[in-house]
């Protein structure tokens, strides 16, 4: 009976809060509001600790690294330098700062340099294509080659570049590997075929296929003076990533619900039509998956063959900061690394939203 | 000459000691017309005859006969309505009903075909939801759909493999006079398989045991 009563009372103190929660959440779903909050104040407090955690870490790396300059001078040349040692790094002079993890705000200055960067360039372009136009529309009336600007790509640029290679990477992926994919899931002997190609191949380091596909184009482009950087480094990404679409296009395609092959032989579907209507269809979710997995292992390996293949993309941005040492540089690495971050995510969700467009049990992968 | 007959027909699966036997000695024949309907336990065996008889599967002693001709491959002479609605879920009810009414009719022009669409999903009163997806529809009227799909390519014969094993007692009640109701139209030849007695005896001419 008691338990009755408190029961009783807590509705009651729920039903004086209703107006005023429903008063508050008019574009909300009732008790939506809430978790809503929840939701994004769990995200925004996450990032704000990363924040926090990242610049000190930063912080104290600096100062290891910082106090390690005074000491070594202290020890090396004597009271007199490890003052001038300890005057420089204070005074913020970029010859002789600590060359370590950057902080956040190092990081978003650096992106401003680099929108910064992309400004200039794009109006030294354009300054430069209107120079040219006249001379380059003379060039094309006595079929010439008009001279293009050849000068320093900015990040912008940069980033197009690594986009245009992992979506003709991925193209070539899911042309290769979704029609030999169902040609090996629907027979059993080809597969058998395949299998130890498929096994063999499909662990090999993305540096070795770059290695094998430099021989193979070098080759078929020489005598060539043309830039073969792009064709080597979309092909090598190609072949790197199309393994998980191959072996899970042929795993959907051989594992086609019994039920429905029974349909179509008692339709009496043709082998097309039983491709098509019947196979292909029930198999896409297992295809999407597979190319989701391979957009985003293209994107993964891109920064590494890019780098070898001197691809102007972001690998080989990353790459020639490192090299070059400058006091930002690695600021700039870092910025990179969060674009490249960003980017995949926004190419796995773009792949999530096409997948949940064209397969038939929605809502299904996450 | 019966319209289908069974004479000595063994069916196992697997090889050696693996070997199982699910069916053996099976003699059957059903008249044109007939409304024959093959009570049994689950795991008798009952779906094993069904694929027999449709094609799907091939005895491996003994022969099933259909008007006198051994059935070697599935026939658009015999319908199936199976256990488990086997309708494409990535096509609409309509779609899924065009499907088969297009290999049953291939020389036909598309307006006749949609037509029939239309008739046969009417029949079973899915009208307002021809435009609907499998998964959008209860139970009922996902067996519905399979047999307007079935009817609408106009067997002689048609076999239907528990078909209301999975719908809920009033569902059940319900389909059975739709089916007897459609049947008793043109009289097709028709054989339920089913482990309901009692729907046996309702809907059928004839009921044949199957022990395992």
């Known amino acids: ?366 | 000459m019966a319209y289908l007959e069974l004479n000595n027909v063994y069916k196992s699966y697997g090889e050696g000691d693996n070997r199982t036997d699910v069916l053996s000695n099976i003699n059957l024949s059903i008249e044109e017309g007939e409304f024959v309907a093959i009570v049994g336990f689950t795991g008798s065996g009952k779906t094993t005859l069904v694929n027999l008889i449709n094609g799907l599967l091939k005895p491996t002693s003994g022969e099933v006969l259909f008007k006198g001709e051994p059935v070697v491959d599935t026939s658009h002479e015999r319908g199936v309505i199976f256990q488990n609605y086997s309708l494409l879920p990535w096509l609409t009810v309509g779609q899924n009903v065009y499907m088969a009414v297009k290999e049953a009719f291939p020389k036909e022009n598309k307006a006749f075909l949609m037509k029939r669409v239309k008739d046969y999903v009417g029949m079973v009163s899915l009208t307002p939801a021809i435009n609907k997806r499998p998964k959008e529809l209860s139970g009922g009227m996902r067996q519905r759909v399979a047999v307007a799909r079935a009817l609408a390519m106009n067997p002689e014969m048609i076999i239907m493999d528990e078909p209301l094993g999975a719908l809920d007692a009033l569902t059940r009640g319900n389909l059975q006079d739709e089916i007897l109701n459609i049947w008793s139209q043109d009289k097709r030849t028709a054989l339920l398989i089913t482990n309901d007695v009692d729907e046996g005896i309702y809907m059928a001419d004839r009921i044949i045991p199957l022990k395992p």
């Open chain 1, 1 to 366: 009976m008691e338990q009755d009563i408190t029961l009783k009372k807590e509705g009651q103190g729920l039903a004086f809060l209703k107006p005023l929660v429903a008063k508050f959440t008019p574009k909300f779903q009732k008790g939506d509001l809430v978790p809503w909050l929840k939701k994004t104040g769990i995200t925004l407090l996450s990032i704000l600790l990363f924040l926090g955690l990242w610049h000190m870490g930063s912080k104290a790396l600096y100062n290891k690294e910082a106090n390690y300059k005074i000491e070594k001078a202290l020890t090396e040349q004597g009271q007199a330098a490890a003052d001038a040692e300890r005057d420089c790094i204070a005074s913020g002079e970029s010859s002789c700062q600590p060359n370590t993890l950057p902080s956040p705000t190092q990081v978003w200055a650096s992106l401003q340099t680099l929108i910064a960067d992309h400004k200039v360039i794009t109006a030294d372009k354009a300054a430069f294509n209107e120079k040219m136009a006249a001379t380059n529309a003379k060039l094309v009336a006595k079929g010439k080659n008009a001279i293009v600007y050849t000068g320093r790509a900015s990040f912008v640029d940069i980033v197009l570049t690594s986009i245009k290679t992992v979506f003709a990477g991925f193209l070539l992926a899911l042309l290769i590997a979704v029609p030999i994919g169902v040609v090996i899931g629907l027979s059993p002997s080809l597969r058998s075929a395949f299998n130890w190609f498929i096994q063999i191949f499909k662990p090999v380091s993305p540096v070795v296929w770059y290695l094998l596909v430099f021989m193979i184009v070098k080759t078929l482009y020489i005598g060539d003076s043309s830039d073969n950087a792009f064709v080597i480094s979309f092909i090598s990404v190609g072949l790197c990533a199309m393994w998980a679409t191959l072996v899970n296009t042929a795993m959907g395609v051989s594992s086609v619900d019994k039920d429905y092959i029974n349909v179509a032989k008692v339709l009496k579907l043709g082998t097309f039509q039983k491709i098509f209507k019947v196979i292909l269809p029930s198999s896409l979710p297992l295809i999407f998956t597979g190319l989701r997995i391979t957009l985003s292992v293209a994107w993964m390996v891109l920064i590494a063959i890019e780098l070898l293949a001197q691809s102007q993309g972001l690998g080989l941005f990353v790459w020639e900061e490192f090299q070059n040492g400058a006091n930002d540089s690695n600021a700039k690495i870092i910025v990179a690394m969060f674009v490249i971050g960003i980017i995949g995510f926004l190419l796995d969700r773009i792949m999530l939203s096409v997948q949940n467009m064209v397969s038939f049990n929605k809502n299904e992968g996450v």
